[in-house]
């Protein structure tokens, strides 16, 4: 499946980046593989949050994609914590 990943914090990201991710990831473990593609700090500390028609939700690290309730598609930003 594949997300879109936008940064919010930092203007030279304007749009989202598609990620090629699978359901059983982690939050944790897609969140490492976007930081890494998009070159930023590892000093500091962020949160996914999935935007969603229906209203955003953070997306909890811990658990699998497909159980945050992420789908093929779904765009998601990444906050500074």
Not at 8 to 19: M, N, S
Not at 44 to 66: C, I, K, Q
Request: net charge negative; charged share 30%; aromatic share 8%.
């Amino acid at each position: 499946m594949f997300v879109w990943v936008r940064v919010t914090f930092d203007d030279r990201f304007l749009c989202h980046q598609g990620v090629r991710a699978q359901p059983d990831m982690t939050g944790k473990q897609l969140l490492d593989t976007v930081i890494g593609m998009w070159g930023l700090p590892g000093d500091r500390r962020y949160r996914l949050v999935r935007v969603h028609p229906a209203g955003s939700r953070e997306v909890d690290l811990e658990r699998t994609l497909g159980e945050n309730g992420v789908r093929d598609g779904d765009p998601l930003d990444i906050h500074a914590a």
